[in-house]
């Protein structure tokens, strides 16, 4: 009991960070899922909403929510880009699509610290947001906590979006089969590209809601798109409801587990990612 | 392959003599790095072009042989060929210990576990202070000695030199292999690996081999940057390196040794030549490059015509 | 080299491929399996070949059961096959293709030197005359048609001397004339050497098959001689009814 009640502050703060993971992975783990490209741009387009939460809040509620658009679009936009560029390559395999992604994250990554420039940007929240409230007897910071909220609805929303419209229906379609796709009359490129888009919005969504956790510069871009990759094979590619098992799992990691364990903690992320894609590689019909 | 052997040592002689006697000391302090990546990014030709299994992660054993090459260093042994076998052979354990991880892999997911290694090396590199000197890395490394007792390599142009030789010596083994009819099984079980199990091959072992020995480039390589730069970091090893030798091979023809080498150059002169005429925008001559590397040069990456023995 | 499956059931999911088959190929034996599309033909040589294992049921080799014996170990112990759609390593010439398949069961050793290599080329060359494909010994084989690459790797299967050959549909996609030249071929193979045949073309079952075994459904619907075959009424009404073959 002691042990919860010390750690409860990081604990809370984990479940914030993996949530916040699932919204900006989300997006990769369905492009995976659908188009199965492996995306090194998706942490660009989180940096994305970080700059434009830089940019456009100045502690007021209007400037958050004027960054929350600004950044959602902006980041949506990327994702259109990525859609376009990378659909010529599509029989030319994983290889070049990577390549290419990558190449576009570091033009993307040098065209907004050049925009912006270089070094960690501060991010003005609306004070509300920056306090600490009393729960239970501890402090909680009131932006992890509203962090949690917002990401739980998006969280609630997407499922809802996938589960009970005929666009859901597609995606999941295509991550399962996209040959029967087709044969539905829907190409499934397009459902690939949908998925971009959408995927980059979330993305650039978290990145504005996220700025106080992973702000903007120079190295964010890196580590969304690190531990993203870590929290899509944790939670089984193109499967949504396993990446939010595995954010949340990360997020703990990143949190609770530095506090618990900190030699440990940095190494177990990316054991794990290791070790789930050996024993799913062994998985039958994928003879090695 | 007689003639591609003597193409290659016309180019050692070129780059051994031609290219100190034009250009300044400062200027081959620069090519340098491209000799400390150049064998990192042969090795991703071997490995990802003529045995088909791409990987984001040869900054793992580029790293293992950059530090143990640090450690034996600052503990007293500076004698070159002693520093390189060490190295090559740090780079070559690694990749027999993860190698049974890495080799039931292909496409994307092969991608994404040496991406996985190589961050958990990186991270140990970063974390492991007592060892590795954590993100200050180890500096104050002695320089290297041609031979047991010889006096130490400190002007530019003989430090150039030990690199080129070294380099050189490498790729024509790397060339040697490939061009026997092992490189033809690896090129078969790249080509179609179920024909080449229903023959019979041991396929996986096949794929073990060429990532070991990518690994001992890999170890090579970071054996020479220390030598070079007498400093290593945890900076110098991570994720960015790994893709940069990916791009290097690519942009070279993947599949060719020697292109995988010239792509290296190119790379290292666009992120260091060309960037310092126009400051802090390295990362987007860069990224230039990896597209036009996948637009322009399509032959480059997916269709290798191979020569006969 | 005595081939037996015993009780032999394969599943994928729902859909069970092969159903308690026995199939039993002696020494030397030309066996055909025929059977209407989706009967489980071609899953019952990757069960030979070991790139599929049995749900249930062995496989036995010279009476030892391979149990899970990986295909490139079977492979090793004297089974070859050819693959319904002609397998080759694209960016090799024929003749590396040919040598390559050789090498594993080749007498001699060290065959990364060149010179024992070039020893192999030379056998390989030979086995490609025989299938009257020398001329393309030297084109890399994904330049070649359809008909050429299953000439070159009814060579490459050949080459590696098998003791069981799996052929999965060797005449389709042939001209007559290649057709022709692979019945002499297969014809002319050592008496010893057992031969599994996946086919639909029934004149070319005819011309070689000693016995034949009718899958329908994953089951065996009759085997015996190509006459008593030919002759039973359960085999006549499948074939009628389906218009197959």
Not at chain 2, 97 to 109: E, I
Request: glycine share 14%.
């Amino acid at each position: 009991m002691g042990l919860i009640d010390a750690n409860l502050v990081p604990a809370v703060d984990g479940v914030a960070f993996g949530l916040l993971l699932f919204v900006a992975a989300a997006g990769l783990t369905l492009a995976f899922g659908t188009g199965d490209v492996l995306n090194l741009a998706h942490g660009t387009l989180y940096t994305v909403g970080g700059y434009s939460a830089a940019a456009l809040c100045d502690g007021t509620w209007r400037g958050l929510l004027l960054a929350l658009v600004a950044g959602t679009a902006a980041a949506a936009v990327g994702g259109a880009l990525l859609a376009a560029l990378t659909a010529p390559l599509r029989r030319r395999g994983h290889l070049a699509q990577a390549l290419l992604t990558f190449g576009l994250a570091l033009i993307g990554g040098d065209l907004l610290s050049s925009a912006a420039g270089g070094g960690d940007l501060p991010v003005a929240f609306p004070a509300a947001l920056n306090g600490s409230v009393l729960l239970a007897g501890h402090r909680f910071p009131v932006h992890r906590l509203a962090l949690i909220a917002v990401a739980a609805a998006l969280a609630g929303a997407g499922q809802l979006v996938l589960t009970r419209t005929r666009a859901g229906a597609l995606v999941r379609a295509t991550v399962d089969d996209p040959q029967m796709v087709s044969c539905l009359g829907t190409d499934p490129r397009r459902v690939h590209a949908g998925v971009l888009v959408a995927g980059g919005a979330l993305a650039g969504l978290a990145g504005v809601l996220g700025a106080p956790v992973i702000g903007p510069g120079p190295g964010s871009a890196d580590t969304v798109l690190l531990l993203s990759l870590v929290v899509v094979v944790l939670g089984g590619l193109g499967s949504v409801g396993g990446a939010l098992v595995a954010a949340v799992a990360v997020g703990e990691v990143q949190t609770l587990g530095v506090v618990l364990a900190p030699g440990l903690a940095p190494y177990l992320l990316f054991a794990a990612m290791a070790g789930a894609l050996v024993l799913r590689s062994r998985t039958p019909g994928r003879r090695a | 392959m007689r003639a591609q052997l003597l193409t290659g040592l016309a180019l050692t002689a070129l780059a051994l003599f031609a290219v100190p006697a034009v250009l300044a000391d400062g200027t081959l302090a620069m090519l340098a790095p491209a000799a400390a990546l150049g064998l990192p990014a042969v090795g991703v030709s071997v490995l990802t072009g003529r045995a088909g299994l791409p990987t984001l992660g040869q900054g793992a054993p580029f790293a293992v042989g950059a530090y143990a090459t640090a450690l034996l260093a600052r503990a007293g042994l500076t004698t070159g060929p002693a520093q390189l076998v060490a190295a090559a052979l740090a780079g070559a354990l690694f990749a027999l210990a993860t190698g049974p991880v890495v080799v039931r892999a292909r496409g994307a997911t092969a991608l994404m576990i040496t991406l996985a290694l190589g961050e958990l090396v990186a991270t140990a590199a970063g974390r492991w202070t007592s060892v590795t000197g954590g993100t200050d890395g180890l500096a104050g490394i002695p320089p290297v000695q041609l031979w047991w007792g010889g006096s130490p390599l400190t002007d530019d142009t003989a430090l150039y030199r030990y690199l080129v030789v070294v380099t050189a010596l490498a790729l024509g083994v790397t060339v040697l292999v490939l061009g026997s009819p092992l490189g033809l099984l690896l090129a078969g079980s790249r080509d179609h690996e179920e024909r080449m199990r229903a023959a019979g091959h041991r396929v996986g072992g096949h794929l073990l081999a060429a990532y070991i020995g990518a690994g001992a480039l890999a170890g090579l390589g970071g054996a020479l940057l220390v030598t070079e730069q007498s400093y290593v970091s945890p900076a110098d090893v991570g994720f960015g390196t790994s893709s940069l030798v990916l791009l290097a091979a690519v942009l070279g023809g993947i599949g060719s040794p020697l292109g995988a080498l010239a792509g290296t150059v190119l790379v290292v002169v666009v992120r260091d030549q060309l960037a310092a005429h126009w400051p802090g925008h390295g990362p987007l001559l860069l990224g230039a490059l990896f597209v036009a590397a996948v637009y322009l040069l399509p032959d480059g990456i997916t269709s290798i015509r191979l020569r006969r023995p | 080299m005595s081939l037996t499956l015993s009780e032999v059931t394969c599943r994928y999911g729902q859909l069970t491929a092969v159903d308690r088959v026995d199939l039993m190929v002696r020494d030397g034996e030309r066996h055909a399996v025929i059977g209407p599309n989706g009967a489980g033909k071609s899953t019952l040589l990757a069960l030979i070949a070991g790139t599929v294992r049995p749900s249930t049921g062995r496989v036995l080799l010279d009476g030892r059961n391979l149990g899970a014996t990986g295909p490139a170990r079977r492979a090793r112990a004297g089974i070859a096959r050819t693959f319904q759609q002609p397998a080759v390593a694209a960016s090799l010439t024929a003749l590396d293709n040919v040598a390559l398949a050789a090498w594993p069961r080749a007498d001699l050793r060290g065959f990364w030197r060149p010179s024992r290599y070039r020893a192999l080329r030379a056998g390989a060359l030979d086995w490609l005359d025989r299938v009257g494909a020398a001329d393309l010994a030297d084109r890399p084989a994904g330049q070649l048609s359809h008909g050429q690459r299953r000439l070159v790797e009814l060579a490459a299967a050949l080459a590696g001397r098998p003791r069981l050959l799996l052929l999965d549909e060797p005449a389709a996609g042939l001209t007559d004339t290649e057709s022709a030249r692979l019945i002499a071929v297969l014809a002319g193979l050592p008496a010893e050497v057992a031969v599994v045949l996946v086919e639909h073309d029934l004149a070319f079952v005819g011309a070689l098959a000693g016995r034949i075994t009718v899958l329908h459904e994953g089951r065996v619907l009759a085997h015996g001689t190509p006459a008593a075959v030919g002759a039973d009424p359960q085999v006549r009404s499948v074939y009628l009814g389906s218009r197959e073959l």
